[in-house]
């Protein structure tokens, strides 16, 4: 067994050709750029077929591709990620928030806090053009705790 586990490193989605055309992919480019901060990898773009969002390197990224039927999801299903502090996921709602202002396709849920005792789980939900939303978490740990605790 190696010493690195297995990450994930990319989800892939399909969606309608029109969703990839030009003024399509300006329109996903925008708001997942102005939101955060992806942008595309050009190389791999093809017109009504392909769009690569490069999301924190070139080893992470969402891959959208065209298909006659393209994926449908349900309002609970989502692609979690997570930020290290509150003050990061402030500013990601407030951009996603901003967007949502200026276009009425930004489907923005409140920014949540659940309470587990060992931690509290800081999220909001967002979705724009895509078949499925993306939730962004932050963990506060109690101390003690964390990501790598397993009790016992």
């Known amino acids: 067994m190696s010493s690195t586990p297995p990450r994930f490193n990319h989800v892939a989605l399909t969606v309608p050709a029109e969703a990839l055309d030009e003024p ?11 939101v955060f901060g992806w942008t595309e990898m050009p190389t791999m773009t093809k017109d009504r077929e ?9 080893e992470e990224f969402v891959y959208l591709h065209a298909a006659g039927t393209p994926m449908r999801c349900g309002p609970t299903e989502h692609v979690g990620m997570s930020v290290a502090t509150e003050a990061e996921l402030d500013a990601l709602y ?3 928030t901003k967007c949502a202002e200026r276009d009425r396709e930004v489907e ?23 078949p499925v939303s993306f939730e962004v978490q932050c963990f506060a740990w109690a101390p003690g705790f964390g990501p790598h605790f397993m009790p016992g």
């Open 94 to 96: 407030e951009r996603a």
């Open 24 to 34: 399509g992919r300006a329109a996903l480019l925008a708001f997942y750029g102005e």
């Open 108 to 130: 923005l849920t409140p920014r949540t806090t659940e309470d587990f005792t060992v931690v509290k789980l800081h999220a909001f939900y967002v979705r724009y053009r895509l």
């Open 50 to 58: 392909l769009l690569v969002l490069r999301t924190w390197s070139h």
